[in-house]
């Protein structure tokens, strides 16, 4: 099973500035890597896929970035509504199986 | 728009058994693989199985293989789980997902399982 490990745990930023998070696989998976962010009582969402390519409808402030074995979302100016837990997440085409980190709670500093 | 909620949550008796349906509206349910994924305190988000469009292949995690067990109804746009044998620690939301390009790009409320006696 690969296991993803992300950092910070927490990680706290002012509004408008930028926030960097960090995921890391135990082996390659290669650009196989989501970003999910969570708000509380809500479902996670879909933000990044393919490492770096933005979901619909997702702001062009939400970037990511990486293969193989590191990977980053970067969100450049963070508003209000970003402050939440962000998770990725790996995906093996065959047979399918995906595994989470552990997510990252982005808070206001 | 595309909607997927989640049904029969409940509190449960180890041991017991339970029965999630999902009902999807506002895309072509017989075009998806679908996906079961279950959040807890502990363990965080948790893939638990999917499913091929026309029912015909499923896979799990593979700590729940064998008490799980996801279905599909393509005629009612709805997908299932049976949970039999449950555990203290199935104790979780349950999320039905919709699968594209193998993420999650859509997901229901969640439905709370409870595991308890």
């Known amino acids: 099973e690969i296991v993803m490990t992300q950092s910070p745990a927490t990680l706290s930023v002012s509004p408008g500035e930028r926030a960097t998070l960090s995921c890391r696989a135990s082996r390659s998976v290669s650009s196989r890597l989501a970003w999910y962010q969570q708000k509380p009582g809500q479902a996670p969402r879909l933000l990044i896929y393919g490492a770096s390519t933005r979901a619909t409808g997702i702001p062009v402030r939400f970037s990511g970035s990486g293969s193989g074995t590191e990977f980053t979302l970067t969100i450049s100016s963070l508003q209000s509504e970003d402050f939440a837990i962000y998770y990725c997440?790996?995906?093996?085409?065959?047979?399918?199986?995906?595994?989470f980190g552990q997510g990252t709670k982005l808070e206001i500093k | 728009e595309v909607q997927l909620v989640e049904s029969g949550g409940g509190l449960v008796q180890p041991g017991g058994s339970l029965r999630l349906s999902c009902i999807a509206s506002?895309?072509?349910?017989?075009?998806?693989?679908m996906n079961w994924v279950r959040q807890t305190p502990g363990k965080g988000l948790e893939w638990v199985a999917s499913?091929?469009?026309?029912?015909?292949?499923?896979f799990y995690v593979d700590s729940l293989r064998g008490r799980f067990t996801i279905s599909r109804d393509n005629a009612k746009n709805s997908l299932y789980l049976q949970m039999n044998s449950l555990r203290v620690e199935d104790t979780a939301v349950y999320y039905c997902?919709?699968?594209?390009?193998?993420?999650?790009?859509?997901w229901g409320q969640g439905a709370l399982v409870t595991v308890s006696s």
């Open positions: 997902a919709r699968e594209a390009g193998a993420t999650c790009d859509y």
């Open positions: 997440q790996q995906y093996k085409d065959w047979p399918p199986e995906y595994t």
């Open positions: 499913i091929k469009q026309d029912g015909g292949e499923e």
């Open positions: 506002g895309f072509p349910f017989s075009s998806y693989w």
